[in-house]
């Protein structure tokens, strides 16, 4: 669809083509519904920049959204299934675990999701993690905390699984404004790569336009929050888990790559680029954590813009607009929440009614919560 005036029925429109907007047109397309994308910059998606870490105990999340963690956690291999069969490309899914390092007994006991890990003494945790900081006497061990390697695996599989399903994509495109008459959603105004400006109407659209998503609707409390990244070349096998720690952690790849994340910066807005102080962070953790590691040689280093909350919990269903439903504000936990942010939203938008326990949990991610 590309302008106003088509007599077929009109798809759903996703505003954004990260990674919400990529697994929701993927869900949308299993189920029978058109769907198109409208993609401002593919690159700048956090989809392209996030760790991949699946990681609801690591993060020690709490409450609902430490339950919807464990929902899409437990929906993650047959969703990464249907991906994979979809698109004949694999998704990169390691169950890993994740070791949390803590500096002793009564840190670890602290630890809001210490009831679901295993608790490690120095000894245990040398053998988890040669080579750890002589700090670090306490630990906990989530072997049900794993990763997906979003960067080079996942994204292209959903592009290219939603390619195979009939997604349209609109790439370079970007949402200029949202049009809506007596509060109900009418379609969008758009401006492609060479300027030109367009309207595409439609009844139903969902916003995922990640950190920017209250450019298009002010109401929304999402804002950006700054990470830098860099990966390291490692000896083939010197890391085994994911370490947690910190502020810093180190995410082994299949290939022998770790990624190491990530800064977490509130107030750089949307400041593109690398900093000194950041990269200086980062490396400082290493240290702190692994100090060999401090040795392995830089490969790549890179940036991008968390979409947070005020309760860096995401947005989640029906919002201010009738016809517009919100998928954003997943902060540090999209990756995680992709799966079942795909189901919730390929429910909702094709009228069937979410599973009973996701259906309980929705009323904590109301857009209007913060009121
Ligand atoms: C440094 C870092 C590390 C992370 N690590 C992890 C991790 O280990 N585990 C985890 O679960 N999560 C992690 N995340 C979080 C995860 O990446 C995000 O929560 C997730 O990518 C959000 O997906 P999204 O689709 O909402 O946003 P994005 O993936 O950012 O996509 C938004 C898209 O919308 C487009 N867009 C914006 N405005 C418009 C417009 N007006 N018109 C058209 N298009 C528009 C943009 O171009 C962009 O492509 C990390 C994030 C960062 C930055």
Redesign the pocket.
Known sequence: MTAASSSAPEPVLI?????????IAHQLARRGIAATV??????????????????PHA?GLRGDLLRLGQLSLARIPSWVAQIEADSGLPCGLRSTGIVVPLRNAEERQAYPTAAFGEALNRQQLEQELPGLAPQWQAGLLFAQDG?ID?RRQLMRALESACVDRGVHFQEG????ELLQDNGRFQG?R?RDSEGREATLQGCSAVL??????A??LPELPVFP?????LSLQTPRGALRRIIFGPGT?L?PREDGLVVV????ERDAGFSEGLTPQGQTTLHHGIQSLLPDAINWPPMER??????CTPDEA?LLGDGPIAGLLL????????????AITAELIGDLASGTSPRNDLMALLPSFRWDRFR
């Open positions: 505003l954004g083509g990260g990674l919400m907007g990529l697994a409208l993609s401002r910059r593919r690159s700048e998606a956090a989809g392209f920049v996030a760790a991949g870490m699946l990681a993060e990763q979003n495109v970007e949402v200029l969008v758009t995922c336009s990640g950190a920017w998503s450019q298009l929050v700054k990470g830098q990244m952690y995410v994340g990530a800064t977490s890179w940036w991008g813009f968390r979409p995401p998928a954003c504000g997943h902060h540090r936990n999209g990756v995680l929440l992709a």
